[in-house]
């Protein structure tokens, strides 16, 4: 089984960016799907964005479209998430998460696609 570490968390001021690093124990680019999550205290776990179809599809949560972005670099095994534009709401601890896939998940930003999960990494936004 894949396992996964993310990193890159921090505290960050309103407007600044910062970039997330899921590193994979294994080669996953043309079988796993990959997500990235959040989950603030008190509220549920939300799917952020995700890269599947072997990286050339994505999918993102409406509240982070246009801000933040998902990507992968296969010679590496790592999974990225770029966040810019970040605001206060955003904090949250961050997962990456993966399942073997071929091709698409039905429903890529829900948690229980998933079956694998990493530690988290934890961003705070706040001025």
């Known amino acids: 089984e894949v396992r996964l570490e993310e990193s890159g968390g921090g505290l960050v001021q309103p407007g600044g960016s910062l970039r997330l690093s899921c590193a994979a124990s294994?080669?996953?680019?043309?079988?796993?799907?990959m997500g990235w999550f959040r989950q603030a205290p008190g509220k549920e776990r939300e799917g952020v964005a995700a890269?599947?179809?072997?990286?050339?599809?994505?999918s993102y949560a409406d509240a982070v479209k246009g801000r933040f972005t998902i990507s992968q670099d296969n010679a590496k095994n790592t999974l990225y998430l770029e966040m810019n534009s970040l605001k206060p709401e955003d904090s949250a601890m961050y997962y990456c998460a993966s399942v073997p896939c071929l091709d698409s998940l039905i429903d890529p930003l829900r948690a229980y696609a998933y079956n694998t999960w990493g530690q988290g990494t934890q961003v705070t936004v706040s001025s």
């Open positions: 294994e080669y996953t680019y043309r079988t796993y799907c």
């Open positions: 890269i599947y179809k072997r990286g050339a599809r994505t």
